[in-house]
């Protein structure tokens, strides 16, 4: 297999920085409007075109409908499984547009349809509007047919925190969870604290810490004013299960798939994840790219070309038994 060398100062990675790139506190209107728009720009380069078909629409009705879309692959259809999709961006950018770009990838590569959603974002709601938002859309699987059995949720970064946390929610009110977690650089520890910050600080085109410190605080409701609930504003513990999964119970948790960058601000994010599940006798899976960045299977490059197939490779093996060895 090709290996990729990381260079920051190749033309490709400086053009891929400037149109993704989510550095900046991100508590400035003119901020969150410059990196929003960046975002919806990304979707609209970055998602695959070809080879899905894709529908929109609303769970809920006026001001608290919720927009949707479900991209459904055109070739090798597996309709007994779902995917429902979290998209990234610190909780405070991103839409369906730039949540199409993995809700493609993955409905190609696995063969299942995948259901996305514009949840609300900070820090014009603040938890738990989106852990709220992501419960509708369960529901709307739910009532749509699908049993827990067959449903897979995804997520990158804060989106691979809110699937999480709501698994962790499902499990903890004594109900099923998801068939199975598939995770891209999820944002899991929200007290900052590991030696990955300091370590791949500037190796990383994509996400700096300064930015996970903006994010963090809009989020959980320093800055601004929630719209549905207290969460201690003034003073959060950033270690609470509510914000950091891995400080949650993992017992019972579903069988998770976790994809890293090697060269990543939240590196240890993922691996200390990997370790707590697989403490608490769960099935997980840590596929660690030496030349990979923050959510690196979001580009249009070789490199996320192969991780998507391993991960297709891995749900095949996990669902049906038998590893179907896909070729590169």
């Known amino acids: 297999m090709a290996i990729l060398n990381l260079n920051l100062n190749d033309p490709l990675m400086r053009a891929l920085k400037a149109v993704n790139s989510i550095g900046g506190k991100s508590l400035t209107e ?16 970055a998602a695959p075109s070809d080879d899905v078909t894709i529908k929109s629409f609303t769970i809920g009705k006026g001001k608290a409908a919720l927009p949707c879309e479900w991209v459904k692959p055109d070739l090798a259809h597996n309709p007994n499984y779902i995917i429902l999709y979290a998209h990234g961006g610190g909780y405070t950018c991103g839409g369906l547009s730039y949540a199409r770009i993995l809700a493609a990838k993955l409905a190609i590569s696995t063969g299942f ?23 509708s859309v369960w529901k709307y699987l739910k009532k749509k047919g699908y049993k827990e059995k067959q449903i ?11 699937v999480l946390c709501f698994t962790q929610k499902l499990l903890s009110n004594k109900k099923r969870p998801p068939r199975m977690l598939l995770l891209f650089s999820p944002w899991t520890d929200m007290t900052a604290t590991s030696k990955s910050y300091e370590k ?32 201690g504003k003034e003073n959060p513990d950033y270690a609470d299960s509510r914000f950091s999964p891995l400080f949650g119970v993992f017992e019972n948790f579903p069988t998770t798939y976790i994809q890293v960058g090697k060269n990543e601000v939240l590196h240890d994010d993922s691996t200390s994840l990997y370790k707590k ?9 840590i596929d660690v790219e030496q030349d990979g960045w923050h959510v690196y299977q979001q580009m249009p ?28």
């Open 30 to 45: 003119e901020d969150l409007k410059r990196q929003r728009s960046s975002m919806e720009l990304a979707g609209k380069l």
């Open 113 to 135: 349809s995948v259901i996305s959603f514009e949840y609300r974002l900070a820090p014009e709601h603040t938890y738990p509007a989106q852990l709220n938002d992501c419960e």
């Open 152 to 162: 897979l949720l995804a997520g990158d970064s804060a989106g691979g925190n809110l």
């Open 200 to 231: 791949y600080e500037g190796k990383d085109p994509i996400l700096n810490k300064e930015f996970i410190l903006g994010v963090r605080d809009a989020y959980v409701g320093v800055t601004g004013k929630t719209d549905e609930t207290e969460t």
């Open 277 to 285: 599940i697989k403490k608490a006798g769960v099935f997980a899976e």
């Open 301 to 328: 490059l070789p490199v996320a070309g192969r991780a998507m197939k391993r991960l297709a490779s891995y749900v095949s093996e996990e669902l049906f038994g038998e590893d179907i060895m896909l070729t590169e």
